[in-house]
């Protein structure tokens, strides 16, 4: 999966690192599914280990890693917060399942979190955003709570002193990818199964929401750091 070679119409791959498709799937599902929803596997059930009845609180919640998180976590039997850019996407993310969605400030949203959890904040926060949610993640997790830090979509997270860590509660923070949750084939078939599970079970709805040509991939990561997408989003030859 780590080759290079995204944005070829061909490519060579050694044969250890592919996942078989089920007959079930197409390949648009595929394509718009694998890399958000192993991206979701890993997040949920082996940097959080999210247990029934924990809340988490997912940045973008309507974008395209979102839309796997929000009711992968609501099927782990967790309380889903979800913080979008618009109200259209705020109300796309209570569809999914979110048991409270917010939109507007980041700087609004550490107390409208606290609210919701009693004042304790989330177990758990999956930030993609980076730069504009930094603050806004590390006022909202909880005390011994996990912020993993998964994503740059406004710009890198700033520089981080330990201190502050300790002054939010004692908080615990990775900066996870993928590919060092997917070493082995083992490993990558145990994400793949899953994510294919959920799907096939109804659990996962893959939204494409929008299609670009693959000569127009510039276009397509306009959208993306623009915040501008919704489901996600594939390239067609």
């Not at 939109?103 to 926060?125: H, M, N, W």
């Not at 070493?183 to 929401?209: D, K």
Request: charged share 15%.
């Amino acid at each position: 999966m780590a080759n290079p070679g995204s944005y070829a119409t061909h490519v060579l791959v050694d044969a250890g690192l592919l996942i078989p498709v089920p007959d079930s799937i197409s390949d648009e599902v595929a394509a718009a599914a694998t890399l958000k929803g192993l991206t979701a596997w890993m997040l949920l059930e082996k940097c959080a280990k999210l247990q029934q009845g924990q809340s988490v609180l997912v940045h973008s919640a309507a974008g395209g890693v979102g839309s796997f998180l929000v009711p992968w976590a609501k099927a782990l039997g967790t309380k889903v917060i979800a913080h979008s850019g618009s109200t259209q996407k705020a109300d796309r993310a209570s569809r999914l399942g979110a048991d409270h969605s917010f939109t507007g400030s980041f700087d609004d949203l550490p107390g409208q979190v606290r609210e919701v959890t009693g004042g304790r904040g989330a177990d758990v926060v999956l930030d993609g955003v980076g730069a504009a949610s930094w603050a806004a993640s590390l006022a909202s997790v909880a005390k011994r709570g996990l912020i993993a830090s998964f994503g740059n979509a406004s710009g890198p997270a700033p520089a981080i002193n330990p201190l502050d860590l300790m002054r939010a509660g004692s908080i615990f923070l990775t900066r996870p990818t993928l590919f060092d949750y997917t070493i082995t084939p083992e490993e990558l078939a145990e994400g793949s199964q899953r994510l294919f599970g959920l799907i096939a079970n109804g659990t996962l709805q893959v939204q494409i929401g929008q299609r670009f040509l693959l000569a127009d991939a510039a276009e397509a990561h306009r959208a993306l750091e623009s915040r501008g997408t919704v489901g996600s989003t594939i390239l067609i030859p």
